[in-house]
């Protein structure tokens, strides 16, 4: 790092590869850049009505203007909503800022949500079940509470014996709870919470308002014209939090979110916005073959070499937000990386693990004192098994000893 030398290479290193949720990377060197240009990132989530409010009651519509916070709670919603008592008309959720029209995702699961404009709990929620009296049917509810969810439940609680529970979404307001749920002495432990990914996380959203406040009309979706005042706003968490959160956890609607936020509501946008960062670092001829698509790297469609990792990881070292991106890596041994072996807290890393992809790259400081930027990216058949990260740490106590010419 001091330096910029190239110490080692070692197998095809140009060689352009799927590299997992490294791309979170160049998403959050983007995102650090976007902002410094244009004085932040603004996901602030906007609360409007038309009509007028009496007695904290509105009579009128609520409208909920969403930018991409998808952290947005319950508890913000609560908070920002405790001025009124009661709403006369109609939700109106607003996710129009992204243009998210023909976004798919190939997984399934929680991890895996779509990218929204509006949306709550990274675009998911969970039901939970807690078993009631031996016999009875267990007590089900979904959080963030929603009362336009409805469940098909023919699960009982059992007094001892095997847990055969199983909870199957069918859409985003039904579930169906089948098998048997042992009865434990505590409730808490015998609770069973799954995750589910929301299909669509802005009318979620808006169920959930009129849930908390008891709204008698319709939830709808529509832009929010001119002319509507303003109730409230929801900030989202300080960027470098954000992105911090972010690469810890290795969210991908956050991700996701934070490239259609820099492109201002187009992917293509943001993905050109991480490849203008790539031409002011240097790096625009070292693949001719890069190609990103997406924000979190789920898309094998990502296309990077180890060689392009490294240099923009050092190259990044040189700009005035470098600081908050490293501080966003999570240390060796932690986040996503707590499963390896290799827990020497000199290193900051991302971790990159799809079916045939484990990438890994970062910083660290090897035993001379020398500070390190290094990348490691393997496509094969089942890469991302263990032994692949075993093979990662191989990599880092490498370093870490020294030994690099």
């Known amino acids: ?21 490294l791309v979170k990377l160049f998403t959050s060197g983007a995102a650090f850049d976007y902002a410094k240009d ?27 203007v969403g930018r991409g916070n998808a952290l947005l709670s319950i508890v913000d919603l609560k908070d920002a909503l405790k001025g009124l008592k009661a709403v006369e008309g109609d939700v109106v959720v607003d996710d129009s800022l992204f243009n998210t029209r023909g976004f798919k995702r190939t997984r399934r699961g929680p991890a895996y949500a779509c990218p ?37 439940i023919s699960a009982r609680a059992i007094e001892g014996g095997i847990n055969t529970l199983e909870i199957i979404k069918i859409d985003d307001n039904a579930y169906k ?21 929301i299909d669509d996380p802005a009318i979620y959203t808006g169920h959930v308002i009129k849930t908390i406040l008891g709204v008698g009309g319709n939830v709808r979706r529509a832009k929010a014209g001119a002319g509507l005042k303003e109730l409230a706003k929801v900030e989202a968490p300080e960027l470098k939090d954000l992105i911090k959160d972010m690469n810890v956890n290795s969210l991908n609607v956050v991700a996701d979110n934070l490239l259609f936020s820099i492109g201002e509501g187009s992917s293509k946008k943001g993905i050109e916005a991480v490849k203008d960062l790539f031409k002011e670092l240097g790096l625009s001829t070292v693949d001719a073959n890069v190609n990103i698509a997406d924000g979190s790297g789920l898309s094998k469609g990502n296309k990077v070499s180890a060689d392009l990792t490294a240099r923009y990881l050092y190259e990044v070292s040189k700009r005035p937000w470098f600081d908050d991106f490293k501080e966003s890596l999570p240390k060796a041994g932690e986040g996503t990386s707590e499963g390896m072996d290799f827990k020497d807290k000199r290193f900051s890393i991302k971790t990159g693990v799809l079916e045939d992809a484990f990438a890994l ?45």
Do not use: C, Q, W
Request: neutral net charge; charged residues 15%; without cysteine.
């Open 38 to 64: 244009n004085d932040g990132i603004d996901m602030t989530t906007t609360i409007k009505y038309s009509g007028t409010i009496s007695n904290n009651i509105l009579k009128g519509d609520l409208y909920i």
């Open 116 to 152: 929204s404009a509006l949306g709550m709990d990274l675009h998911t929620a969970a039901v939970v079940v807690t078993p009631t009296s031996h016999g009875e049917a267990p007590s089900v509810r979904i959080e963030p509470m929603n009362d336009n969810v409805r469940f098909a």
């Open 177 to 197: 709870v089948t098998g048997n749920i042992p009865v434990s002495v505590s409730m808490t432990t015998a609770t069973i919470k799954k995750r589910f990914a």
């Open 1 to 21: 790092m001091e330096t910029g030398t190239v110490m080692t290479k070692a197998g095809n290193t140009d060689n352009v590869l799927t590299p997992g949720s």
């Open 361 to 405: 790259g970062g910083y660290g400081t090897d035993n001379r004192g020398r500070d390190i930027a290094f990348s490691y990216i393997v496509n094969v058949p089942g890469a991302g098994l263990a032994g692949a990260e075993r093979a990662g740490a191989a990599v880092m106590e490498h370093i870490a000893g020294g030994v690099l010419k």
